[in-house]
């Protein structure tokens, strides 16, 4: 039994891993993306922050997903979301979110590899006494990503909630 630290018992690098062929069509996806966005809702004030989000896969056919945002004024953490990115041999989409708030989400929705965007509708939102749906759509150039974000709860119909836009890094 190998100990850590040993020859062979850490995997190697995710850069150096090779891409599984089902998410190759994501691969512009991949890689550390950082910028501003701003959010509102009718219940809530309109408030700016800043965000990160990191797509990484690890050779399977799957891609793992994090995003932190925070108050642009202070730093200040404000919200965290993880989970991962999958394409079905139907060519749709699948995404499984939980979010530092105890909400989950199962997205499904479509690519458009040639102009780069995704559209996500939740099937589910887990453990969440107001939300009812979630909407996210994405659309990504060589060194740009941007996403919108609707939301619907047990008070509004889907509105617009939040919008950013990300510059690789």
């Given at each position: 039994?190998?100990?850590?630290?040993?020859?062979?018992?850490?995997?190697?690098?995710?850069?150096?891993?090779?891409?599984?062929?089902?998410?190759?069509?994501?691969?512009?996806?991949?890689g550390r993306w950082s910028g501003e966005g701003e959010g509102g809702f009718?219940?809530?004030?309109?408030?700016?922050?800043?965000?990160?989000?990191?797509?990484?896969?690890?050779?399977?056919?799957?891609?793992?997903?994090?995003?932190?945002?925070?108050?642009?004024?202070?730093?200040?953490?404000?919200?965290?979301?993880?989970?991962?990115?999958?394409?079905?041999?139907?060519?749709?989409?699948?995404?499984?979110?939980?979010?530092?708030?105890?909400?989950?989400?199962?997205?499904?929705?479509?690519?458009?590899?040639?102009?780069?965007?995704?559209?996500?509708?939740?099937?589910?939102?887990?453990?969440?006494?107001?939300?009812?749906?979630?909407?996210?759509?994405?659309?990504?150039?060589?060194?740009?990503?941007?996403?919108?974000?609707?939301?619907?709860?047990?008070?509004?119909?889907?509105?617009?909630?939040?919008?950013?836009?990300?510059?690789?890094?």
């Open positions: 039994m190998e100990r850590s630290g040993e020859a062979g018992s850490v995997p190697p690098p995710v850069s150096v891993l090779p891409l599984h062929p089902a998410i190759a069509p994501l691969q512009f996806l991949l009718p219940t809530i004030k309109s408030f700016r922050y800043g965000e990160e989000l990191f797509f990484s896969h690890s050779g399977k056919p799957v891609i793992a997903y994090t995003q932190k945002t925070w108050k642009l004024e202070t730093g200040e953490p404000m919200h965290a979301e993880s989970g991962y990115w999958r394409l079905k041999s139907d060519g749709s989409i699948e995404v499984v979110i939980a979010q530092s708030t105890g909400l989950v989400e199962i997205q499904k929705g479509s690519l458009d590899a040639e102009h780069r965007t995704i559209e996500l509708k939740s099937e589910l939102v887990g453990n969440a006494s107001k939300v009812k749906e979630i909407r996210r759509v994405f659309k990504a150039t060589d060194r740009e990503l941007s996403y919108t974000v609707q939301m619907a709860t047990t008070v509004t119909n889907l509105e617009p909630h939040l919008q950013a836009i990300l510059r690789k890094i």
